[in-house]
C-alpha cells in the first residue's frame, strides 16, 4: 500500500509542460530498442518517508527544483522515486544530461513509465522530435491510463505533423482527466490548426476554455503568427 500511495503522488507530479516549438529531428542515428519492463513492485516506503517525498513532490510541482533538490539530499532516501525525483529537480534546473543517466537507470525500474516521460521531455527540448516520440510511446506503453503523458506524446506528435495520431492522444487524455486544461487547450489548439473552427469553439464550450484563452489559442496557429508583425 504505501508503495501504491508513492506511485499516486508521483502521477501528480507533471511539472514543465513542453515547448510551443520544437525543431525538425536531425539525429539519424538508430535508438537501442526501447523494452517496457513488466510490472515491478517498488521499494517498501516508510510513513515518514512518503511524507518527505510528498513534500519535495510538491516543491517541484510549484517551480522551487533547487529546495525539492536539497531536501531530497536533506532526507537521503535511497530508493526509486527518491531517484525519479532527483531526475526531475535535475531537468527543471538545467542540469538534463545528469537527469537522463538517472532516468536511463530506471527504465528497468518500477518507475520506468515515468523515466522514458522523463527521457522523452529531454528529447524534446533538445528539438530530437522522433527519439522523443520513441520514448513516450514506451512511457504510454508503461502507463497507458496516465493522462499527462497521453498529452506530452500528443504535442510531440502535433509537432512532428502526426495532426491524427495526435488529435486521438488529446481526446484519450481529456477523457481520461477532462479537468487537465493543458490538454484540453492542446485540443483545441490542434482544431484550430486543422481549420476546424466549430468543433474546438465546441470542446472550448465543453471544458469552459473562455474567450480570452480562446484568442490566445488562435494566436499561436501558423497563420495567425505569420499575420503578426
Known amino acids: 500500500m504505501k508503495s501504491i500511495t508513492i506511485m499516486m503522488v508521483l502521477a501528480g507530479l507533471w511539472l514543465h509542460g513542453l515547448p510551443h516549438a520544437l525543431a525538425a529531428d536531425t539525429d539519424t542515428k538508430s535508438l537501442r530498442q526501447i523494452k517496457v ?3 515491478k513492485a517498488c521499494t ?3 510513513a515518514e518517508e512518503t511524507t518527505k517525498l510528498g513534500f519535495i513532490q510538491q516543491m517541484l510541482a510549484e517551480g522551487k527544483p533547487h529546495a525539492a533538490l536539497a531536501h531530497l539530499e536533506a532526507a537521503n532516501i535511497k530508493n526509486e522515486q527518491a531517484a525519479l525525483l532527483r531526475a526531475h529537480g535535475l531537468r527543471q534546473t538545467g542540469r538534463a544530461l545528469q537527469a537522463q543517466v538517472i532516468y536511463e537507470q530506471l527504465t528497468t525500474s518500477c ?3 515515468y523515466a522514458y516521460r522523463g527521457l522523452g521531455l529531454i528529447a524534446s527540448n533538445a528539438g530530437h522530435l522522433q527519439e522523443s516520440l520513441r520514448y513516450l510511446q514506451a512511457a504510454s506503453d508503461a502507463l497507458p ?4 503523458i497521453r498529452n506530452d506524446h500528443g504535442y510531440v506528435l502535433m509537432q512532428s505533423g502526426a495532426t491524427e495520431p495526435a488529435l486521438h492522444e488529446f481526446l484519450t487524455a481529456v477523457e481520461l482527466a477532462p479537468d487537465y486544461r493543458q490538454a484540453a487547450h492542446n485540443l483545441i489548439l490542434l482544431l484550430y490548426q486543422q481549420g476546424d473552427t466549430a468543433r474546438a469553439e465546441a470542446f472550448a464550450r465543453q471544458f469552459g476554455v473562455d474567450a480570452e484563452e480562446m484568442q490566445q489559442l ?3 496557429t501558423p497563420e495567425n503568427r505569420r ?3
Open 44 to 46: 517498501d516506503v516508510s
Open 145 to 148: 491510463t496516465e493522462h499527462t
Open 37 to 39: 519492463p513488466a510490472n
Open 111 to 113: 518507475v520506468s513509465g
Open 218 to 220: 488562435k494566436k499561436m
Open 227 to 229: 499575420a503578426g508583425p
